[in-house]
C-alpha cells in the first residue's frame, strides 16, 4: 500500500508540467525550456518562483490571452557582439533561453556578447540563465524589470519593479558562483508564498501609501496591485540604512531592460489597462555574457574565483554561527537533499495539480499525495 506523501518524483513532476504547458497550446521543445527552468527553482529550494508558480503566472495568464504559448522570437537588430530581439509576449523562459544562448555564442567568438529583450514575460529565476554561461566558461550577467512594486527612497509609489541584477560566474568548486537576488528587501513571489501558508511578512519589508510597515500578506498583494503598498528597496525605506542603494541598483536594472531595446518601463509595465483590464506586461530583459577564455583562461579563472570563495568560507565566524556560506552554495545543498527525492508540493499547490490534470484529461498521473 503507497504512503501519502507530499514530495513528488523529479520525472514525474517534469513530465507533468511539460504535458500542461503542452495542453495549454505551447510547442513540445518550448515546453521543455519553460519546465526545466520552472523546476530549477524548486531544485535550488527557491520555492517562490517554482511550481508555487506554475498556475497563476504562467497558465492563468496564457488563460487570460495576455501571454502568447507560441513564442515569436523576433531579432529586429545584431551585431556581431549585440542584438535586440522582440519576444512578442510570448513565454519568457524561451525568450530569455534564446537570447542567452546567442549572447553565449558571441562571446565565445568576440569575447564579449549582449542580447536585450523587449515585449517579453516573466522568465523565471534570473539565476538559470547566468548558470548556462557559467557552464559554458563565461560570466554570465541578466537583470529583468517587472510590474512596478518598489517605492523610490522618500517615496511611496509603487514604481520599480522587484528588478534583479544577477551574476554567475565558473569556479573549480561542484557549484558556480551565482548571485541571484532582487533589488527590493524582498520580492512579490516571497510574499505570494507567505500568503500562501497563512504567514504574515516581515515588518519592514512592505510601505503602506501611508508610509506604515504593513505584514498582511493577503492584503500587501492586494494593496499592491491597486498601488496602496509598495516594496521597500534593499537597505530599506529612507536613507538610514541606504535605501537609496537598492533604488540605485533597481533604476540600473529598469533602464538596461527598457532603454537600449526601446521597451516599456515603470508605470506602463503594470499589466492593467485604461479601463481595469488585464493587458500583455511587455517586460524587457537583458543578458550579457563574458567568455573568461579572452581574458587569462577559464582554468585560472575558475582557480582564483574558487579561492576567494574559499577564504570567504574560512573566515572568522560570529559567535554561535556554524558556517559561512557563499553565493549559491545554499541552493547546491538543498539540491543534493533533494535529487533522489522530489519537489515538495504544499496544500494549496496540490489542488491546483489535481485541477490542471482533471482539466486538461491528463489521466496518467496520480500523484503520492492523493
Excluded at 529598469?254 to 483590464?277: C, M, P, T, V, Y
Aim: contains cysteine; glycine residues 12%; proline residues 4%.
Amino acid at each position: 500500500m503507497s504512503v501519502k506523501t507530499n514530495i513528488v518524483g523529479w520525472e514525474t513532476i517534469t513530465n507533468f508540467v511539460i504535458d500542461a504547458f503542452k495542453g495549454y497550446g505551447i510547442p513540445e521543445e518550448d515546453a521543455k525550456i519553460c519546465a526545466d527552468v520552472l523546476l530549477e527553482s524548486d531544485k535550488r529550494g527557491i520555492e517562490s518562483h517554482g511550481v508555487n508558480r506554475f498556475k497563476p503566472i504562467y497558465l492563468d495568464r496564457i488563460k487570460a490571452g495576455i501571454q502568447n504559448p507560441i513564442t515569436n522570437f523576433e531579432v529586429i537588430k545584431e551585431t556581431a557582439t549585440t542584438a535586440v530581439v522582440d519576444g512578442h509576449d510570448g513565454m519568457g523562459q524561451v525568450i530569455g533561453y534564446k537570447a542567452m544562448s546567442m549572447a553565449i555564442e558571441k562571446a565565445k567568438k568576440f569575447g564579449m556578447g549582449m542580447v536585450v529583450a523587449r515585449n517579453s514575460t516573466h522568465y523565471g529565476i534570473a539565476g538559470y540563465y547566468t548558470t548556462m554561461a557559467s557552464k559554458s566558461g563565461c560570466i554570465g550577467i541578466t537583470g529583468t524589470n517587472a510590474r512596478p512594486s518598489i517605492a523610490p527612497t522618500f517615496g511611496v509609489e509603487n514604481m520599480l519593479g522587484t528588478n534583479p541584477l544577477t551574476f554567475g560566474m565558473p569556479t573549480d568548486e561542484e557549484f558556480p558562483f551565482v548571485l541571484d537576488c532582487a533589488t527590493s528587501i524582498t520580492q512579490r513571489g516571497r510574499i505570494e508564498y507567505y500568503a500562501r501558508v497563512n504567514k504574515d511578512t516581515p515588518a519592514g519589508m512592505v510601505v503602506g501609501r501611508d508610509g506604515s510597515a504593513q505584514t498582511d500578506s493577503v492584503q500587501i498583494l492586494n494593496d499592491l496591485n491597486t498601488g496602496n503598498a509598495a516594496l521597500a528597496p534593499l537597505g530599506g525605506i529612507g536613507e538610514e540604512l541606504a535605501g537609496y542603494k537598492g533604488y540605485g541598483y533597481a533604476t540600473v536594472v529598469e533602464i538596461l531592460s527598457a532603454a537600449l531595446q526601446q521597451g516599456n518601463f515603470l508605470r506602463a509595465l503594470s499589466g492593467i489597462g485604461e479601463n481595469g483590464e488585464k493587458v500583455p506586461f511587455h517586460l524587457g530583459h537583458f543578458f550579457i555574457a563574458i567568455d573568461t577564455e579572452a581574458f587569462m583562461g577559464l582554468e585560472a579563472f575558475k582557480k582564483t574565483c574558487g579561492d576567494i570563495l574559499r577564504d570567504l568560507r574560512g573566515s572568522v565566524k560570529a559567535p554561535g554561527e556554524d558556517r559561512i556560506f557563499t553565493a549559491g552554495e545554499k541552493e547546491y545543498l538543498v539540491w543534493q537533499e533533494r535529487k533522489d527525492s522530489g519537489v515538495p508540493i504544499n496544500d494549496a499547490v496540490q489542488k491546483e495539480l489535481i485541477a490542471i490534470r482533471n482539466d486538461l484529461g491528463l489521466t496518467k498521473y496520480q500523484f503520492p499525495f492523493e
